[in-house]
């Protein structure tokens, strides 16, 4: 069952915190082996009715067993929080995070690899200038264009929930609907190089950052299994 997973993995994570040299761990800055707590089922599901379908199941027993957020690959996971407006995932006690996602907006149809082709097409039909009369003729064809392909680079993002800063404007991204739901994508635009996946799922690419992390500490994990809310 997909809360085994989890097992211990918060009292992993935690005590990285107290091993000589964890502040020298990529990332460590920005969450400082912290971690959220654990969230319970009531909060879940009032997070899913915002967000218009169950969480991915790998996800949503990490919410339960081990955090809402924190300590996690780069500079850490977002946390989803509720305000007025809604629920949202926000970077709370991190020191890099990223930026917020709602779940109205992370509900919506995943359609990152269709709009790549709208965009890839629009760049094709950039105005040129020398194609215009006049000036003025020329600006409002240029709004016009950038409007149109701010507008298609923001809803590449829909359907996913932005996890993780890495640095230097790329991110990794939780994809909530669709047939890639509960894998990890990485936002790769500013290299203009898409967004594309990382080629794993929610769980292995977690534990693969836990487990590069202690090998790097030379931590082993702890022979006691705390306890997993199923």
């Known amino acids: 069952m997909t ?3 989890w ?5 992993r994570v935690l005590r990285l915190a107290g091993h000589p040299g964890a502040e020298k761990v990529f990332g460590a800055q920005g969450h400082r082996f912290g971690l959220s707590p654990v969230m319970d089922e009531e909060e879940l599901q009032a997070l899913e009715a915002d967000l218009g379908i169950g969480l991915p199941a790998q996800y ?3 919410l339960l067993c081990v955090g809402g957020g924190g300590a996690g690959p780069d500079y850490g996971l977002m946390t989803p929080v509720r305000d007025d407006g809604g629920w949202q995932w926000r970077g709370i006690g991190l ?4 930026q917020s996602t709602t779940a109205e907006f992370a509900g919506r149809p995943f359609v990152a690899e269709a709009l790549q082709q709208d965009l890839d ?5 950039e105005p040129q200038s020398e194609a215009f009369a006049d000036d003025d003729a020329f600006r409002r064809a240029q709004a016009a264009w950038d409007a149109r392909y701010e507008e298609l680079y923001d809803a590449q993002e829909a359907g996913a929930v932005f996890l ?4 230097c404007g790329y991110a990794s991204l939780l994809v909530m609907t669709g047939p890639h739901r509960g894998a990890v994508w990485e936002d790769l635009r500013p290299a203009d190089l898409g967004i594309k996946p990382s080629g794993y ?3 292995h690419w977690y534990l693969r950052w836990l487990e590069r992390t202690e090998r790097q500490l030379e931590a082993a994990p702890p022979g ?3 306890s997993c809310r199923a």
């Open 3 to 5: 809360e085994e997973i």
């Open 7 to 11: 097992a211990h993995v918060r009292q």
């Open 60 to 62: 949503r027993n990490f």
């Open 95 to 98: 020191a890099c995070p990223g």
């Open 121 to 125: 097409s629009l760049e094709t039909q």
């Open 164 to 167: 993780s800063e890495q640095g």
């Open 201 to 203: 799922d929610f769980a």
């Open 224 to 226: 006691q299994v705390d």
